[in-house]
Every structure is written in structure tokens, then in C-alpha cells.
């Protein structure tokens, strides 16, 4: 069992800046750098979006929608996954959520860890991102 908890999450105006964070706790077998990580958001009314993912092997895949403005990144010795969110948009309203999976699972399923993807199993509660005009 993977526990997922993220954070940095606020209201922040249009132009500016967030640095989101997911904590990742109860890794017992192997460590965060054996996972893919994703990160999501959902948007009122809207269905779920996947941003953002960072593989075990360190490539790196985006949501076209956020090309340019996002940065995913990873601390495997903190166990920590972050996303940078640069020029915020009211559009990025929603809440975020951090999602891992282990990467034998996705070769075990010949999958890719990419942005979007439908294998994640550890999911996070979330932290929420508004952007005023």
C-alpha cells in the first residue's frame, strides 16, 4: 500500500505561481523510484485530466494543455513527487492529485507511463488550485 498525500495547493492570481507537492509514505518493497507518478486535476464539472507523468526511468510526458508551463519532477530519496505550475490560467482551477503506480505493473501490462494513462492504483486526496482573474 502506497499513501499519497499532496500539498501546496492555494488561490493564487492569473500570471503567478504554485509548486505542488505529493509525500509518499508505506513504500515497503522497492523504492518511489520503481513507480511511474502522475499527476491529475479535475476541474469543476469537468472530467479528470492527466497533466503530467514521470517514469521509473525518468522520461517525462505532458498534457498539451499544459506544455510549456508545467514541470514534473521527483526526489526519489525524499519520496516526493512535485509539480511546477508556471503562469498560472483560471482555466488551471481544480483540484490536483498525485497517482503512482509500480513500473513492473505497466510492463507486466505492456504500458507506457505517459500522462493520462488509465493504470494508476495509488491515488491521493488532493489539493485544490484557484486561479482568480
Known amino acids: 500500500q502506497v499513501d499519497l498525500v499532496e500539498s501546496g495547493g492555494g488561490s493564487v492570481q492569473a500570471g503567478g505561481s504554485l509548486r505542488l507537492s505529493c509525500s509518499a509514505s508505506?513504500?515497503?518493497?522497492?523504492?518511489?523510484?520503481?513507480?511511474?507518478m502522475g499527476w491529475y486535476r479535475q476541474a469543476p464539472g469537468k472530467e479528470s485530466e492527466g497533466v503530467a507523468a514521470?517514469?521509473?526511468?525518468?522520461?517525462?510526458s505532458y498534457a498539451d494543455s499544459v506544455k510549456g508551463r508545467f514541470t514534473i519532477s521527483k526526489d526519489n530519496a525524499k519520496d516526493s513527487l512535485y509539480l511546477d505550475i508556471s503562469n498560472l490560467k483560471p482555466e488551471d482551477t481544480g483540484m490536483y492529485y498525485c497517482?503512482?503506480?509500480?513500473?513492473?505493473?505497466?510492463?507486466?501490462?505492456?504500458?507506457?507511463?505517459?500522462?493520462?494513462?488509465?493504470?494508476?492504483?495509488?491515488w491521493g486526496r488532493g489539493t485544490q488550485v484557484t486561479v482568480s482573474p
Open positions: 508505506g513504500v515497503t518493497y522497492t523504492r518511489l523510484s520503481n513507480y511511474c
Open positions: 497517482a503512482a503506480i509500480n513500473a513492473d505493473i505497466l510492463i507486466l501490462r505492456g504500458r507506457e507511463c505517459r500522462s493520462g494513462g488509465n493504470d494508476f492504483n495509488y
Open positions: 514521470i517514469g521509473n526511468d525518468g522520461r517525462i
